[in-house]
């Protein structure tokens, strides 16, 4: 579908990541920041370490929920080390008033940075603080270092009384510094003035929230915004894998292009169920992150897991490694499968045991929705990127080039992955990275960048939600479950 394109007179181009703010003494504040005590004791898990789905003991369980994917070797000459997350002296309520560990590349720490209550998405400020959407309180929260020493704290609302806030984005226009935010149903554009969102001007309302009420709503709204001042917005799925969001208006399931000036919204992309994930990459092209569905059925007519004829079954076994989540590279049209096709990282399509392949896998016709390709051929559609192991939840989505990380990891994009919620054994939360490869404009195999969210018995103490370059060539990353801001990189 075509679209119409704001004027990008007047945009100033922030490189990716944080490279827009990579200043010497903002570094050196972030850097002195970062410091803290330990955290006490090696006591049993606190409260927020359960996981959904309550721990599993199982020496199956136990062995698979140590490593957090089916992820690539590390880059060459890069080696890891588990260290102990460093907790400042008034951050160590639950869950860190026991020792937390994380497994991170050799050199560098972690450490509790702040504790903000369901920490969401990020964003930094012209003026160098962080912003994060704090969506279950429906605010969102302004971080600045302190050369002190500590960490910055619970930090300083901006924004409250808005409906499970998430995106949020900066642009320059015309001189005038502008911050975007998404709520569930609306996005709002703010003047920017002296570090603080000023006049509210309505973008677009109205988006697809809790109404009509599906089986499987997701209100989220993720945002980035073009070079041409053009904004993408997701507008996920109402269901796990249902039909009707294609008949809804404005669509669900979809990306959507929104001009800024006028408001008006067209569909980008089809087929993403939960594109969380939104981030241009070194090529200017738009990117997708997408949570795929949950419990599908077995989509061939043949034996699997003891079920002569599987075909519609919902096999656990099956279930637990497909459909493949998606990393997509976007252009207007494209058709990313969902809920007609799923991508099948098997490399014999159906076959128990089958190796896993993530590079480019093919389409499935849905065996519920699309039994025997007789709605849509899903030959015919291009073939996702990349794939990511089933369930793993990925969220927030960050090109690192042009930001002060360090080699090889600025070559490459990080994600957020939250983890699974009904997988046995469950899906590890971690920060997977993939590298970027100019030649061919796309990414690589993933790679473990960041775990040990999870403990061996299943149980989870975190679970990453963004994962933003900062200035010190440090990744800031936000933690819904315990509630926290974390500084990983660089010792500081």
């Known amino acids: 579908m075509s679209t119409h394109h704001a004027s990008p007179s007047s945009r100033r181009r922030r490189p990716a990541g944080a490279a827009a703010i990579g200043l010497a003494a903002v570094a050196s504040l972030l850097l002195s920041a970062c410091g803290g005590g330990s955290s006490s004791g090696e006591a049993g898990a606190g409260a927020a370490a359960t996981s959904a789905h309550g721990p599993s003991t199982t020496a199956a369980a136990t062995s698979a929920t140590t490593a957090t994917t089916a992820a690539a070797a590390a880059p060459k000459g890069v080696h890891f080390a588990r260290v102990a997350l460093r907790v400042p002296a008034g951050a160590g309520a639950a869950p860190f008033d026991s020792t937390r560990r994380l497994?991170?590349?050799?050199?560098?720490?972690?450490?509790?940075?702040?504790?903000?209550?369901?920490?969401?998405?990020?964003?930094?400020?012209?003026?160098?603080?962080?912003?994060?959407?704090?969506?279950?309180?429906?605010?969102?929260?302004?971080?600045?270092?302190?050369?002190?020493?500590?960490?910055?704290?619970?930090?300083?609302?901006?924004?409250?009384?808005?409906?499970?806030?998430?995106?949020?984005?900066?642009?320059?226009?015309?001189?005038?510094?502008?911050?975007?935010?998404?709520?569930?149903?609306?996005?709002?554009?703010?003047?920017?003035?002296?570090?603080?969102?000023?006049?509210?001007?309505?973008?677009?309302?109205?988006?697809?929230?809790?109404?009509?009420?599906?089986?499987?709503?997701?209100?989220?709204?993720?945002?980035?915004?073009?070079?041409?001042?053009?904004?993408?917005?997701?507008?996920?799925?109402?269901?796990?894998?249902?039909?009707?969001?294609?008949?809804?208006?404005?669509?669900?399931?979809?990306?959507?292009?929104?001009?800024?000036?006028?408001?008006?919204?067209?569909?980008?992309?089809?087929?993403?169920?939960?594109?969380?994930?939104?981030?241009?990459?070194?090529?200017?092209?738009?990117?997708?992150?997408?949570?795929?569905?949950?419990?599908?059925?077995?989509?061939?007519?043949?034996?699997?897991?003891?079920?002569?004829?599987?075909?519609?079954?919902?096999?656990?076994?099956?279930?637990?490694?497909?459909?493949?989540?998606?990393?997509?590279?976007?252009?207007?049209?494209?058709?990313?499968?969902?809920?007609?096709?799923?991508?099948?990282?098997?490399?014999?399509?159906?076959?128990?045991?089958?190796?896993?392949?993530?590079?480019?896998?093919?389409?499935?016709?849905?065996?519920?929705?699309?039994?025997?390709?007789?709605?849509?051929?899903?030959?015919?559609?291009?073939?996702i990127e990349r794939g990511i192991p089933a369930h793993s939840a990925p969220l927030g989505l960050h090109f690192a080039q042009g930001s002060a990380l360090p080699k090889p990891w600025r070559d490459g994009a990080v994600l957020a992955l939250h983890g699974s919620w009904n997988r046995h054994p469950p899906r590890a939360p971690a920060l997977a990275w993939f590298p970027w490869n100019a030649a061919k404009h796309t990414v690589g195999d993933q790679v473990a960048l960041v775990s040990g969210f999870q403990l061996p018995s299943g149980d989870r103490w975190g679970r990453p939600v963004d994962a933003l370059p900062g200035p010190d060539g440090a990744l800031y990353v936000t933690d819904d479950l315990a509630g926290a801001v974390y500084r990983i990189g660089p010792n500081g």
């Open 103 to 383: 497994t991170v590349p050799a050199g560098w720490s972690a450490a509790v940075w702040a504790r903000v209550d369901a920490a969401r998405f990020e964003v930094w400020t012209p003026e160098h603080a962080l912003l994060v959407s704090a969506s279950a309180a429906g605010r969102i929260v302004r971080l600045t270092p302190r050369s002190d020493g500590a960490a910055p704290g619970a930090g300083t609302t901006i924004l409250a009384g808005l409906t499970q806030p998430q995106g949020m984005a900066f642009d320059r226009v015309g001189g005038r510094e502008l911050l975007y935010v998404a709520e569930s149903n609306r996005v709002d554009r703010y003047d920017w003035s002296n570090g603080r969102p000023g006049n509210r001007t309505t973008v677009v309302d109205n988006l697809p929230d809790t109404d009509p009420v599906g089986d499987d709503v997701h209100r989220a709204k993720s945002l980035v915004v073009a070079p041409d001042h053009a904004l993408y917005v997701t507008l996920a799925s109402s269901t796990n894998a249902g039909l009707a969001d294609s008949q809804m208006h404005p669509e669900r399931g979809t990306i959507a292009r929104i001009d800024p000036s006028s408001g008006r919204l067209s569909i980008y992309a089809r087929g993403a169920r939960n594109g969380e994930g939104l981030a241009f990459d070194p090529d200017g092209r738009l990117w997708t992150a997408v949570n795929n569905r949950d419990n599908i059925m077995y989509p061939f007519h043949r034996s699997y897991g003891g079920v002569q004829d599987a075909f519609g079954q919902t096999i656990p076994a099956y279930v637990n490694d497909h459909p493949a989540e998606e990393l997509a590279k976007l252009s207007d049209g494209r058709n990313l499968g969902w809920p007609l096709c799923n991508p099948d990282p098997d490399v014999h399509p159906g076959e128990a045991g089958s190796a896993l392949s993530y590079d480019r896998p093919a389409f499935t016709p849905d065996a519920h929705n699309n039994p025997g390709a007789t709605k849509l051929d899903c030959s015919k559609l291009p073939r």
